[in-house]
């Protein structure tokens, strides 16, 4: 469990081996630069200011 303000910092630590991110919260477009160089597939959020990604797969909780 990670605040949201320090995800972006906690995923480029990781480097790889990160699946899926589940956030409370929205994911903006440094966020999925983030995920795209960590290898992060999934992106799941309650918000997104990213309309869609060809890399990441970015869900809402309206999608789900």
Same mark, same amino acid.
């Given at each position: ?17 990160? =699946? ?21 597939? =999934? ?9 869609? =990604? ?11």
């Amino acid at each position: 469990k990670v605040p949201v303000s320090e995800l972006a910092s906690t995923i480029k630590s990781l480097r790889s081996g990160v =699946h899926a991110v589940i956030l409370d919260g929205t994911v903006d477009k440094d966020l999925v630069d983030v995920a795209e160089r960590a290898r992060v597939i =999934h992106l799941v959020c309650m918000e997104t200011k990213v309309k869609a =990604h060809p890399r990441v797969n970015i869900v809402t909780g309206d999608m789900l």
